[in-house]
């Protein structure tokens, strides 16, 4: 089955600097990759996604690429101000007869004023 | 986000108890799951369903049970079987069956050991 691994578990970074976190994934059938966003106390919200035919997708200061060949999709975060203050966490979606994501185990990103 | 609630909000377990954690959503979503938040192991899949009275185990069943006798409804019962039941528990649904659409979670249920 699908396993999906991230890095790092934590990331710590001055506010305005960039933030990566990288995932890589096992099933080279995985069509798609989500990131959730978690604050603290809060639920999972989706933040952005990407599907196996993009290479990278943008949304504002956020961007997502994927590398099929590597097996491996990197959550990009720029100029990082401190409400980005959360755990993140990738999925990769295990394709079949019952489709389910396998989620990551999460970076605790801690943006510093 | 008001339209997946889960109760209680927190939940004492007793040795030997089954206890049952309520997860209901209006959003007229046919997949609805089930996870467990453990620190440091991010969201592991205990039960899903695609579809009124069908469900599937995910990857940690052992020791839980689900229905979903309603498409609004999936309860979840943590048996006594479940030797670590202490852990966040969060239901999340989504509009269809083919994984590619958000998962919309509910704001969770603490369940503590006494």
Redesign the interface.
């Known amino acids: 089955g699908e396993n999906v691994e991230?890095h790092p578990?934590t990331l710590s970074v001055q506010e305005g600097d960039s933030a990566v976190i990288k995932c890589t994934y096992s099933d080279s059938a995985s069509?798609?990759f989500?990131w959730?966003k978690q604050e603290l106390g809060?639920?999972?919200?989706?933040i952005i996604?990407i599907?196996s035919n993009v290479g990278e997708k943008k949304d504002q200061r956020i961007a997502v690429t994927l590398n099929k060949t590597a097996k491996h999709f990197s959550l990009h975060i720029t100029e990082t101000q401190p409400e980005d203050s959360a755990v993140y966490?990738c999925a990769a979606?295990?394709?079949g007869g019952?489709?389910?994501?396998?989620?990551?185990?999460?970076t605790r990103l801690a943006v510093h004023p | 986000?008001g339209g997946i609630t889960q109760s209680p909000k927190y939940l004492f377990r007793k040795e030997g108890q089954n206890v049952t954690l309520s997860c209901e959503q209006n959003l007229n979503h046919d997949a609805m799951?089930w996870?467990r938040q453990d620190p440091?192991?991010?969201?592991?899949?205990i039960y899903?369903s695609?579809i009124v009275n069908d469900f599937?185990k995910?990857d940690i069943a052992e020791g839980y049970s689900v229905s979903r006798e309603k498409k609004e409804s999936f309860p979840l019962t943590v048996t006594s079987a479940q030797k670590n039941p202490t852990a966040f528990y969060?239901c999340a649904s989504s509009i269809s069956?083919?994984?590619?659409e958000?998962?919309y979670?509910?704001?969770?249920t603490r369940l503590l050991v006494l």
């Open positions: 991230q578990s069509n798609y989500p959730y809060k639920r999972p919200q989706l996604d599907r966490f979606l295990s394709p019952y489709n389910k994501l396998i989620f990551g185990a999460g | 986000d799951y996870y440091g192991q991010g969201l592991r899949l899903y695609q599937q995910g969060l069956t083919s994984g590619m958000t998962q979670f509910g704001p969770g």
